[in-house]
């Protein structure tokens, strides 16, 4: 039975994935709890289009209508948990065919810095420009819910001596101020073709020419030798995630804050990456290759 929160014509849904991630369960339970007895729908998908299934399987009977949509997952300017550049424009026209999604229904990406954008890219941005109505990115590191009235971000921060570097545009802010708005107007993202899209998963082997091979080679296993810090806690996604083979075997990395933070995904080590801005933008072209 599908719930509204201040008029019984509309539906506010905020939903969270099924992520292995302690921060993230800490949101699941606290959101599935309170949902119900604040008007909210709460829903947990496992990818993008597991969540739109969800959406329209809650149109059981009379349509009514979507006010609201937050998704609560980890972000970054081109990521929001499973949605991300690559399906964006799918993700979006799709919702967009559900019955009860109109002009009004706002998407709120609830992850950290999905508002800004880094290397000419922005998940809320580029989600919207499919969309065709309200979308709302974060505009900083992201903590609270816009379901909760308890967001907000700050643009750059400190834990246990590592510096989360701010990305452009990012700010501090409380309440309505810690989201952009993006819409109808937001820039378009090109001429009219024929495509299909391809879902791939997985490490895809890319050669790097020697001298940057090595270059980004002695500036990992410089940071790594010095002592590491516990990563922060927030809902950050990763910039890049790549594996590579150090002295004691293969390793996979990620880098956050813009490359300028290198996490093991494994160990949950940080340290700072003094060079990590350099190297992600060197990077970021072979993440949109097509896989092999």
């Known amino acids: 039975m599908l719930r509204s929160n201040e008029d019984e014509d509309f539906v506010h849904i905020v939903a969270a994935p099924r992520d292995e991630n302690d921060i993230l369960a800490e949101n699941r339970a606290r959101l599935s709890a309170w949902a119900p007895s604040n008007g909210w729908i709460y829903l947990e998908y496992l990818d993008v289009f597991d969540l739109l299934s969800r959406i329209a399987d809650l149109q059981t009977t009379a349509v009514q209508l979507v006010a ?57 941005r580029s989600f919207a420009a499919a969309y065709k109505a309200p979308v709302f990115g974060s505009r900083g590191y992201l903590a609270g819910t816009h379901a909760e009235r308890t967001e907000h971000c700050v643009a750059s921060f400190e834990l246990d001596g590592i510096v989360y570097h701010s990305y452009p545009g990012a700010i501090d802010a409380t309440g309505d101020r810690a989201w952009k708005r993006f819409g109808p107007r937001s820039r378009s993202t090109g001429g009219e073709h024929m495509q299909i899209k ?46 590579i ?32 801005r350099e190297i992600l933008q060197s990077l970021l072209p072979y993440r949109k290759l097509p896989a092999a």
């Open 245 to 276: 083979r150090l002295a004691d075997g293969e390793h996979v990395f990620e880098l956050l804050a813009g490359g300028t933070v290198l996490r093991d995904p494994v160990t949950k080590h940080v340290w700072q990456f003094e060079r990590g």
């Open 68 to 124: 609201e949509i937050e998704i609560v997952a980890h972000g970054n300017p081109a990521v929001c948990d499973d949605l991300v550049l690559e399906n964006a424009t799918v993700g979006a026209e799709s919702l967009r065919r559900i019955a009860g999604i109109a002009d009004t229904t706002a998407v709120y990406l609830s992850g950290c810095n999905t508002g800004v954008e880094f290397n000419d890219e922005c998940i809320a």
């Open 198 to 243: 391809i879902a791939t998963s997985g490490f895809r082997p890319v050669n790097l020419a020697v001298t940057e091979g090595q270059e980004l080679l002695s500036a990992l296993e410089q940071v790594v030798r010095t002592k590491p810090a516990q990563s922060a806690r927030m809902r950050m996604a990763p910039d890049l995630t790549f594996a």
